[in-house]
């Protein structure tokens, strides 16, 4: 199957200069189109960011703002930034967009660089609860440069115990309030956290890495306009370029552009910058809406089939793109199960469950979304048909059985092509 007309004449111009990275986007453009992305993070942009990505304005570099910039030649540039941060505060009802930072782990430095000082108390989700790495971890600049305080969620419904949350801010008065998480597939309760910040003074930060493409699709309820500061990546169910953006109220602004650039960042990515804008156009459309309501469809779908295959959804299920699966029933660990999936040619994540008695390298779930997926057009029949082929491949270390799996896989991703030519 030749893929050259996807990447068009400059693909050919690649082989001939550089075989070896050549073979590389193309081997990958395969496993995209043939292995199944339920990596709840991932998705597929569209042609258009790719374009972007690709262009000439990976040359420029724009250090500033539009129209304050350190470097001549950025009047072309500033046009793609000032289109991204207007659809930004558009698509999202935000009085300030910074489109700049180059990841969600960026624009989370940029967020404490603007609000707090090092040895000030935060108050963040606990990593082992569904937290992120920069949200306290002691592998993590947050956790090494900050008093993090962790909550989590109850034993007994695995849902974020907000009279915990409240408690703990009461008694450790923390300058900011992190809400957010890679790893929770409800909903969280903004109005609840909105009043639990201001009755201790606290900044109200979200982390809406993972759910802002439903927030824009518009899905689920907003924390925009709860939150002093809302950080996310672009690439998720969001569906750009990888990148980071910022939102704040309008009294944050310069405190936010300042922690961004020159605090923690040199020169923007400004073909990212304008991939960001081309996502942003492509989620005000009808389609986008549509779709994000069908991820959370083909998540539920996915979730409540593999609880038909005798695995647990933790949380009693998802509001969701994504699912955290307790898979003890089986027998099997999450390494185990992620590395039997893989040969099968399905591609997830294993994931701690609360409350986890395995060791984060080993864990007792997986994480599985439905971002992915579902833009290739897969619906609820495909879930669970996909929730099948979870359920075998990890019941066996049979290396022929794994094969077979894996060529299932491959016939129904022939069915919901991706960047054919
Ligand atoms: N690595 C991302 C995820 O998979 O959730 C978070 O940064």
């Known amino acids: 199957m030749s893929q050259t007309p996807f990447y068009g004449p400059d693909f050919e111009l690649l082989s001939q200069q550089d075989p070896d990275i050549a073979k590389v986007l193309l081997s990958e453009l395969k496993r995209q ?48 930034e000032v289109i991204a941060i207007d659809r930004a505060k558009s698509l999202f009802g935000a009085e300030h967009a910074n489109v700049q930072p180059h990841s969600g782990a960026s624009a989370n430095v940029a967020v404490y660089a603007a609000f707090t000082k090092p040895g000030d108390t935060v108050l963040a989700m606990s990593l082992p609860h569904g937290g992120h790495l920069t949200h306290g971890s002691k592998v993590n600049f947050s956790g090494k440069w900050f008093n993090i305080v962790s909550y989590g969620v109850r034993q007994e419904d695995e849902l974020i115990d907000y009279d915990e949350l409240r408690d703990l801010a009461i008694k450790n008065k923390p300058k900011m309030i992190c809400s957010g998480a890679t790893a929770y597939p409800s909903l969280i309760d903004f109005k609840k956290v909105r009043e639990i910040c201001d009755e201790v003074g606290a900044i109200m930060w979200v982390d809406a890495a993972h ?36 939102l704040s109220k309008a009294e944050h602004a310069q405190a936010i552009d300042k922690a961004v650039f020159p605090g923690m960042q040199g020169g923007p990515i400004m073909s990212a910058v304008a991939g960001k804008a081309i996502a942003l156009k492509e989620c005000a459309e009808p389609a986008y809406q549509r779709y994000a309501k069908d991820v959370i469809a083909n998540c539920k779908v ?31 660990n999450g390494k185990v199960a992620d590395e039997r999936c893989g ?35 897969m619906g609820p029949n495909e879930m669970k048909s996909i929730a099948s082929l979870i359920a075998r491949a990890i019941a066996t270390d049979d290396q022929k059985k794994l094969s077979a799996i894996r060529g299932e896989v491959q016939a129904l991703t022939a069915r919901f092509p991706i960047y054919s030519a």
């Open 33 to 80: 189109q043939t292995t199944l992305q339920l990596i709840a993070s991932e998705n597929f942009t569209s042609r258009a960011v790719l374009a972007a990505l690709g262009s000439t304005l990976s040359n420029k570099y724009a250090e500033g703002y539009p129209g304050k910039r350190y470097y001549g030649g950025c009047e072309e540039v500033d046009v793609a």
């Open 211 to 246: 759910f802002i493409g439903l927030v824009a699709g518009k899905a689920i309820p907003s924390p925009v306009p709860y939150a002093d500061v809302v950080s996310f990546t672009t690439h998720k169910v969001l569906r750009g370029p990888r990148g980071g953006m910022i």
């Open 302 to 332: 996915l979730a409540k089939s593999l609880e038909d295959e005798g695995m647990r959804a933790v949380s009693g299920g998802t509001e969701t793109h994504l699912a955290l699966i307790d898979i003890r029933n089986t027998k099997v």
């Open 343 to 377: 040969l099968a040619g399905i591609v997830l994540n294993k994931n701690a469950i609360p409350f986890d008695p395995e060791s984060p390298a080993v864990t007792s779930g997986i994480r599985v979304g439905s971002p992915a997926t579902t833009t290739q057009g």
